[in-house]
């Protein structure tokens, strides 16, 4: 896998885990591919696994887990930021 999606991938996981506070244990290098690893930590949902499972390649697999850990982290930052704002004054709009 290239470096870059897995250097992405690691990150995005670590701040999926700090956002949501979750106690998921980080994937271990010895346990198969490091794709599937984070892919079962996240429920992505069993169509988008499916589709993972499906590709053959590692290195696109990777590619394609970062995309889906960042587009999930965005979607957990603005959850988390509505609720913020709703709690505060019970209005919520978008910025």
């Given amino acids: 896998a290239e470096e870059a999606d897995v250097a992405r991938a690691l990150e ?9 506070s979750s106690d998921i244990g980080d994937p271990d290098p010895q346990s ?3 794709s ?12 988008v696994k499916q589709q993972l499972l ?8 990777m590619h394609v ?4 850990l960042e587009n999930a982290v965005q979607t957990m930052t603005l959850e ?11 209005k919520v709009s978008p910025d």
């Fill in 12 to 20: 995005q996981f670590a701040r999926l885990k700090e956002i949501t």
């Fill in 32 to 34: 198969g591919p490091l």
């Fill in 36 to 47: 599937y690893q984070l892919a079962a930590r996240v429920d992505f949902g069993a169509e």
């Fill in 54 to 61: 499906e590709q053959r390649s590692e290195a696109r697999r």
């Fill in 65 to 68: 887990v970062a995309e889906l």
């Fill in 80 to 90: 988390l930021e509505v609720r913020e704002r709703a709690s505060h004054n019970g």
